[in-house]
């Protein structure tokens, strides 16, 4: 009788123990198993938040908007680096400068090459951008450069419209567009005339493209006058080639 009395409430302390015992039991699994255990149970409480398919769908979405704008881009810089190329073939000594600054209350009348004197630039020397002339070497210090653009308001060159053999001068306005002066009255110019500099210029290389004829004022007194589309994107140029004489 005293062993059983004993012993019954040996086992009832075990009994009440069971929580103990579970939690040992848990953490021995946890040990053998290395966490799989919480991995696998966080995964299954986690899978209702899953991407669905729509959210698949944006992701795929996003990463073809980046692959196109990489493309784009890629696009770009090739076009730009063609351009480049074409005005190497140009022929004649050509120095490859950086477009640096440019002020934005003067963002039509100048901007500051990356490269000077000590590249071998001098001023004077013409400016050429992809598509066509843009203006002249203004003046340098050792290794940078200011360049007057055409549609300064400073600017005279004198340009050919090749179609009708007719002189002209063309002066910058400070905006986009530059304009177009004749010498005589009846030049025949219309829009969509190709202007280049003048075969008799000696400020810059002749025959280089300046622009397109956009319209004509006929009824100006001495010489009608032209408004000119210059054929170089002058807004956005970030890259030149300086002529050197």
């Known amino acids: 009788m005293p062993g059983r009395s004993l012993r019954v409430p040996t086992l009832r302390k075990l009994a009440e123990a069971w929580p103990w015992w579970l939690l040992v039991l848990a953490l021995v699994g946890v040990r053998l198993s290395k966490g799989a255990g919480f991995t696998d149970a966080y995964a299954l409480l986690s899978r209702p938040f899953w991407p669905g398919s729509a ?8 990463q073809q908007l980046e ?9 770009a810089d090739n076009q730009r680096l063609r351009g480049m190329l074409q005005l190497e073939r140009t022929g004649g000594a050509r120095i490859s400068a950086p ?9 039509w009348q100048q901007l500051e090459l990356g490269k000077g004197s000590d590249a071998g630039l001098r001023a ?11 203006g002249r070497v203004s003046s340098v210090t050792p290794t940078t450069a200011r360049v007057q653009l055409l549609t300064d308001s400073g600017s005279r060159i004198g340009v050919w419209v090749a179609r009708v053999q007719r002189h002209g001068l063309l002066v910058g306005q400070g905006t986009p567009r530059p304009r177009l002066q004749f010498l005589e ?6 829009p969509g005339d190709v202007i280049t500099t003048s075969p008799a210029s000696t400020l810059v290389p002749p025959n280089l493209l300046v622009g397109v004829v956009q319209s004509v004022n006929d009824d100006l007194s001495p010489a009608p006058e032209a408004e000119v589309q210059l054929s170089a994107p002058v807004d956005a140029v970030d890259w030149v080639q300086v002529v050197s004489r």
């Open 55 to 62: 959210q698949s769908e944006w992701l795929r979405s996003a």
């Open 67 to 75: 692959r196109q704008s990489n493309l784009q881009q890629l696009q």
């Open 99 to 107: 477009v640096i600054s440019r002020q934005p209350g003067g963002w």
């Open 124 to 134: 004077g020397d013409p400016v050429l951008a992809p598509g066509g002339l843009i």
């Open 185 to 190: 009255k009846d030049t025949g110019v219309r």
